[in-house]
């Protein structure tokens, strides 16, 4: 009966983590939010009205990877601006610590990033959402209508002519 009760344990407690992993899928909202870019500007989830497609990357300032796409995505901003596709980023650990939103800014300026940066004021709902991404960097495509339209990998050149074929699509399909 000890063993039992034991296995029940541990398959409850193996779903809930399960369940507490999940990360946002094609169509969910993205959480509602309200931030500061590194220039001082407020900005909320009424971003992605003005344009067709958000590319939304979350990093934080001791992800190597997440420095490493920052020149691709970079470029990817400016290879897409005709078309009015916004890149922007949130920095995870940068709204209440000063010190840490430096050292956010001088990795921003060494790899040459003019994209927005965002510093997120904490809510309860972008909270639960942050803190369970469990992959680093997680980069998002969001529609106009603040829906998330993909999960995105960059790294190769074949994934980014993946996605700005996925990007022209999205685009052409918002004007039929």
Do not use: H
């Not at 094609?26 to 939010?33: A, C, E, L, N």
């Not at 290879?79 to 949130?90: A, G, R």
């Not at 965002?118 to 997680?138: G, H, M, R």
Request: glycine letters at 6%; charged letters at 30%; hydrophobic letters at 40%.
């Amino acid at each position: 009966m000890n063993k039992t009760f034991k296995n029940i344990v541990k398959i409850f407690a193996i779903l809930f983590l399960a369940l507490s992993f999940t990360t946002l899928s094609s169509g969910d909202p993205f959480p509602k939010f309200d931030a500061v870019d590194f220039k001082g500007k407020e900005v909320n989830n009424e971003v992605f009205k003005d344009s067709p497609v958000t590319i939304m990357s979350i990093w934080f300032t001791g992800c190597k990877g997440c420095i490493n796409e920052m020149p691709t995505l970079q470029k990817i901003s400016e290879d897409l601006k005709d078309k009015n596709v916004k890149v922007m980023s949130i920095c995870l650990d940068t709204y209440e610590n000063k010190k840490i939103k430096d050292e956010a800014q001088k990795i921003i300026d060494a790899k040459g990033v003019k994209y927005p940066n965002l510093a997120v004021k904490p809510s309860e709902e972008i909270d639960a959402y942050l803190k369970n991404l469990t992959a680093f960097p997680t980069t998002l495509l969001i529609g106009r209508d603040g829906k998330v339209i993909d999960n995105i990998s960059l790294g190769s050149q074949d994934k980014i002519d993946e996605l700005y074929k996925k990007i022209d699509e999205i685009i052409a399909s918002e004007g039929k």
